[in-house]
């Protein structure tokens, strides 16, 4: 007697972008519209979900620093579990799967239950939330590179050395990208102070590319007073370097701009 199995699943790693639903690439709309199944975490945009199929199962399992979140442990066998049902899962992610997403960590678990992963990637807010701003992240003139880099490390990890950092950065003309280090912030700065001139140019950019979106330009020696003063909290993006003189610049030049119309 021929036993039956269950139709193949599937699982995708898809990026949702920064926010702004309009900035989901053609590959990330049609895996989303193929799902039987979305695991959905927290900063992704509500509007992103109409590209679902009205039958797809919809599972909301938010991750947000700070918040209770739904275990990771718990999201793996989700999807694990859905995909030996034979459904089609997309895991759908704010920003890009692999850059500070836990991509690489569910690819893992997924692959040692003999999954098959995809990924599509997604615009990180790091490169959103500066480009809303008229800058690059990048500059011939002045970056030769960029390190993103994660103000929130693990429990029982010591996190990243910010005085090694700030000094390669000084030397090597890098740009760095700061994620989730609002809640950290005073301790980032302390380090970076340590290799980078006082007067460094920062931007802080809170729900990067959003119609919410709010955004301060300050410099390194005056980055936690700024934040507390314009009350900048999470999700932020933190950009430091040369580069922010081009947000510095596009704002002058805008607000001449509506002077002049005015």
């Keep these: 007697m021929n036993q039956s199995h269950p139709p193949r699943g599937s699982c995708t790693l898809v990026g949702a972008g920064p926010g702004d639903p309009e900035l989901l690439t053609l590959k990330a709309v049609k895996a989303i519209a193929s799902a039987t199944v979305l695991l959905v975490d927290d900063l992704v945009n509500d509007a992103v979900l109409e590209h679902a199929s009205p039958q797809a199962r919809i599972v909301h399992v938010g991750k947000r620093g700070g918040c209770k979140?739904?275990?990771?442990?718990?999201?793996?066998?989700?999807?694990?579990?859905?995909?030996?049902?034979?459904?089609?899962?997309v895991r759908l992610k704010g920003g890009d799967p692999f850059i500070?997403?836990?991509?690489?960590?569910?690819v893992e678990h997924l692959r040692a239950a003999g999954i098959e992963v995809h990924v599509v990637n997604g615009i990180t807010?790091?490169?959103?939330?500066?480009?809303?701003?008229?800058?690059?992240?990048t500059h011939r003139e002045h970056a030769h590179g960029v390190v993103f880099v994660?103000?929130?490390?693990?429990?029982?990890?010591?996190?990243?050395?910010?005085?090694q950092l700030a000094h390669t950065a000084h030397q090597?003309?890098?740009?760095?990208?700061?994620?989730?280090?609002?809640?950290?912030?005073?301790?980032i700065c302390q380090g970076?102070?340590?290799?980078?001139?006082?007067?460094?140019?920062?931007a802080v950019v809170q729900q990067a590319?959003?119609?919410?979106?709010?955004?301060?330009?300050?410099?390194?020696?005056?980055?936690?007073?700024?934040?507390?003063?314009?009350?900048?909290?999470?999700?932020?993006?933190?950009?430091?370097?040369?580069?922010?003189?081009?947000?510095?610049?596009?704002?002058?030049?805008?607000?001449?701009?509506?002077?002049?119309?005015?």
Excluded: C
């Design 69 to 89: 979140s739904t275990p990771q442990a718990f999201i793996d066998k989700l999807m694990i579990t859905a995909v030996q049902e034979g459904e089609h899962v």
């Design 192 to 202: 970076l102070l340590q290799g980078l001139p006082a007067r460094t140019p920062v």
């Design 125 to 137: 807010s790091g490169l959103a939330g500066m480009s809303s701003l008229g800058a690059p992240l």
């Design 209 to 262: 590319s959003l119609p919410n979106q709010h955004q301060a330009l300050t410099t390194l020696d005056e980055l936690v007073n700024t934040v507390q003063s314009e009350a900048l909290q999470s999700p932020s993006i933190i950009v430091v370097g040369d580069v922010v003189q081009g947000a510095r610049a596009w704002q002058n030049q805008d607000a001449a701009e509506r002077q002049r119309v005015a």
């Design 150 to 163: 994660t103000g929130h490390a693990k429990p029982g990890d010591a996190g990243t050395d910010w005085v």
């Design 172 to 187: 090597a003309k890098l740009t760095l990208v700061i994620y989730m280090g609002v809640s950290s912030l005073e301790h």
């Design 100 to 106: 500070f997403g836990r991509g690489g960590e569910e």
